[in-house]
C-alpha cells in the first residue's frame, strides 16, 4: 500500500475539501476516502517533512469527510493546508426555445401530416 503525501488541499466555497494535492498529481476528495475506506492508498501530511501522520475518512451524513491531526488538538489540521479555493458552478441547462401558440400548432399539424402510412401490401 503506497503512501501519497498531501501538499496541498483545495476547497470549495463551503469551506468543505474537494481535491487532495499530492507529488504525483491531483485526486478528487471523494476517490481518496474511498481509497482509505478500502485500504488501497494510504494518505499522510504534516506540518513539515519530519512529521507524518495518517489521513483518516471518518463516515459522516453527506459522506466520507477526511481528517488528520498532527497538533493533538480536536480540530483538522487538513484545514492548515489549503491553498485553492475552487469556485464549483451550477450546471446550466440550455432553456428551451419559447414558441408562440401559432407555431405550436404549425409543429403539431406537420407532424400528423408527415405521419409514416404503412406500406401497400404487395400482394
Not at 481509497?35 to 459522506?63: C, H, K, M, N, W
Not at 477526511?66 to 493533538?72: C, K, R
Not at 458552478?89 to 409543429?107: D, G, I, M, W
Amino acid at each position: 500500500m503506497p503512501d501519497l503525501k498531501i501538499e496541498l488541499v483545495a476547497r470549495n466555497e463551503l469551506g468543505s475539501i474537494v481535491a487532495l494535492i499530492t507529488p504525483h498529481g491531483v485526486v478528487d476528495a471523494t476517490i481518496a476516502s474511498t481509497q482509505i475506506a478500502r485500504g488501497e492508498v494510504a494518505y499522510v501530511t504534516g506540518p513539515d517533512s519530519f512529521v507524518r501522520v495518517p489521513v483518516r475518512a471518518i463516515s459522516a451524513l453527506g459522506g466520507a469527510y477526511l481528517y488528520a491531526n498532527w497538533d493533538g488538538s480536536q480540530r483538522n489540521n487538513l484545514n492548515d493546508l489549503a491553498a485553492v479555493r475552487v469556485r464549483t458552478l451550477a450546471p446550466t441547462v440550455p432553456e428551451p426555445e419559447k414558441q408562440s401558440p401559432f407555431e405550436r400548432v404549425a409543429a403539431l399539424w406537420q407532424a400528423v401530416v408527415r405521419r409514416p402510412r404503412p406500406l401497400p401490401d404487395p400482394g
